[in-house]
């Protein structure tokens, strides 16, 4: 099975701070996903990699950035944290060409 | 603009009973769709997929529909039971192998 890990399950930042969320899989598989999901708005894809140092900005790229500097890890940057960012992010992998994703656990970030 | 919708936030249930869970979507190049099963403090788990090239597809107590005319799919969960309650998100598959997800419905079972 693979496993997906994000190494905070809660975090609470103040505005203005710079935020790291890691997610780190234990599998070979090519893409990696990060999404915040949000009461009524479901999953939204904030940005996305197929592979080593490649990234792609997803749905709601904005205040975001992300690093994939070794296959297994996929990192999300809030730049600046600000309480809209205050939400529920999931992070996911995938086999490329394969069937439905894997999901992390997810870390609550509260903004404050 | 949404592309895939749950336009019921929430559901509630006796056990035992049925549980129809709704999505529409509005691309009809989707051709594939997954069902994910959410509980509070977890990521979503898949539950079960259908391709577009099937109508029906079965696993255990849930099913899941589809009618492309209409581009709706539906989950069926017979009997109901306390822990399927969770947050239900339909999922469609684009071209470039795309996910797209639903707003999500909330279940509750209720004993």
């Known amino acids: 099975d693979v496993k997906v890990t994000q190494s905070s399950r809660y975090l609470v930042k103040r505005t203005g701070e710079k935020v790291f969320l890691e997610c780190v899989q234990d599998?070979?598989?090519?893409?990696m996903f990060w999404y915040r999901q949000d009461p009524g708005l479901g999953l939204r894809l904030i940005y996305f990699?197929?592979?080593?140092?490649?990234?792609e900005k997803g749905d709601i790229p904005e205040g975001y950035s992300v690093s994939r500097e070794k296959k297994e890890r996929f990192s999300l940057i809030l730049e600046s944290a600000s309480t809209n960012q205050t939400s529920m992010y999931l992070c996911?992998?995938?086999?490329?060409?394969?069937?439905?994703?894997?999901f992390g656990s997810g870390t609550r970030l509260t903004v404050v | 603009d949404q592309q895939v919708k749950q336009n019921s936030p929430s559901l509630s249930v006796q056990e035992g009973r049925i549980s129809i869970l709704n999505c529409d979507y509005t691309?009809?190049?989707?051709?594939?769709f997954l069902w994910y099963k959410k509980y509070p403090a977890e990521g979503p788990t898949f539950l079960i997929s259908?391709?577009?090239?099937?109508d029906k597809n079965e696993d255990g107590r849930f099913t899941v529909f589809l009618n492309k005319s209409a581009k709706h799919l539906s989950l069926h969960i017979v009997p109901s039971q306390p822990g399927d309650s969770a947050v239900y998100f339909c999922?469609?598959?684009?071209?470039?192998?795309?996910?797209?997800f639903g707003t999500g419905t909330s279940l509750t079972v209720i004993p």
């Open positions: 691309n009809s190049m989707f051709d594939y």
């Open positions: 996911a992998t995938k086999l490329g060409g394969g069937d439905g994703y894997t």
């Open positions: 259908i391709s577009s090239i099937k």
């Open positions: 999922a469609a598959v684009g071209t470039g192998n795309q996910f797209y």
């Open positions: 990699s197929y592979d080593v140092k490649m990234k």
């Open positions: 599998m070979d598989h090519e893409n």
